[in-house]
């Protein structure tokens, strides 16, 4: 394999029945089961959206450091919201080669880890209404493709929507990716990693950089025009017992000039249990998930070692 398939999604959208929509969950069933990534189009996300949203974070990242500093990650508290600088970032234990900003949910403030208001720059005040219209947009395309999902297993199709993902836990990064050096073949924009929750919708620019492990090695994703690239993170591979697979993937821009991409993230409930899914009779299902409690708690553990020193003052 050394491409990713493209499955349009527009029969999971709206009131669309029949055919189409088995079809559309077949074909999301089948990615899945392969390496967890494809390509999804017919998404109805309005070109605008996109085009506001990537001049406004073209323009935050284009300000002087300090300047970007003045909404850095120490000042969101426990909502971990905020700018972090080029090296704040750890994957598996070393620096990315990026910066970017972290988003969330917009809520009030509290106690709760990964909670409150956003940090918004005041130089680039449309920053804030493009990336607030982009998470309620993009939480309905997320819910579409769980409906495939679900169909896919050969469950109801609001098995999602009315359960794990009724209040999901929703995150939204915008990274912001330097030129590689060309000598230098161990820095990584992002070194190799899986996502940790169910579901991630990632919007790229023209200059590509990922890249998926799949049985035949590292193939490329690159951007295509009308599309997201869509992978499956650990707890969906967990609950389907490693039927539906979180894949092994990586960044690193060569292409010589900055590079963005902006990762929506898709997870259950924060206060959710997450327990095994009913499969149906006859279909593979070990039983085994490797951890209990809240899903609010499993996605703790994971980003606090992205951030350590932030978690340390945190806690």
């Known amino acids: 394999m050394r491409e990713l398939p493209v499955i349009d999604i527009s029969p999971l959208l709206g009131d669309t029945t029949g055919p189409a929509r088995q079809a559309a969950a077949a074909a999301i069933g089948a990615a899945c089961c392969d390496n967890g990534f494809f390509y999804v189009r017919g998404h109805g996300v309005p070109q605008d959206l996109l085009d506001r949203l990537d001049a406004a974070a073209r323009r935050f990242f284009a300000l002087p450091e300090e300047v970007k500093d003045e909404i850095s990650m120490d000042r969101g508290g426990p909502a971990w919201r905020g700018f972090f600088p080029v090296g704040g970032e750890l994957t598996s234990g070393r620096p990315d080669l990026k910066e970017g900003v972290y988003f969330g949910a917009e809520q009030p ?188 708690a499993y996605l703790l553990s994971k980003v606090s070692k992205v951030f350590p020193r932030l978690f340390e003052r945190q806690i």
């Open 109 to 296: 403030p509290g106690p709760l880890p990964l909670h409150g208001p956003n940090l918004f720059p005041a130089q680039v005040p449309e920053l804030r209404e493009a990336v607030l219209a982009y998470l309620d947009t993009m939480t309905e395309v997320a819910q579409a493709v769980m409906s495939g999902v679900a169909l896919s297993l050969g469950l109801d199709e609001g098995y999602f929507r009315t359960g794990y993902t009724a209040d999901p836990t929703v995150l939204f990064r915008i990274f912001h990716y330097p030129p590689a050096p060309p000598d230098d073949d161990d820095t990584w924009g992002v070194g190799e990693h899986t996502d940790y929750g169910l579901l991630t919708l990632l919007l790229q620019d023209s200059n590509g950089g990922l890249q998926v492990r799949t049985a035949d090695g590292w193939i490329d994703a690159p951007p295509l025009a009308g599309t997201f690239v869509c992978n499956i993170g650990d707890m969906l591979d967990k609950l389907t017992g490693g039927r539906y697979r979180s894949t092994p993937h990586r960044v690193r821009n060569r292409s010589g000039n900055e590079r963005l991409s902006y990762p929506f993230f898709f997870d259950p409930g924060w206060d959710s249990e997450v327990p095994p899914l009913p499969y149906a009779a006859g279909e593979r299902w070990d039983g085994q998930v490797d951890f209990t409690g809240t899903y609010g």
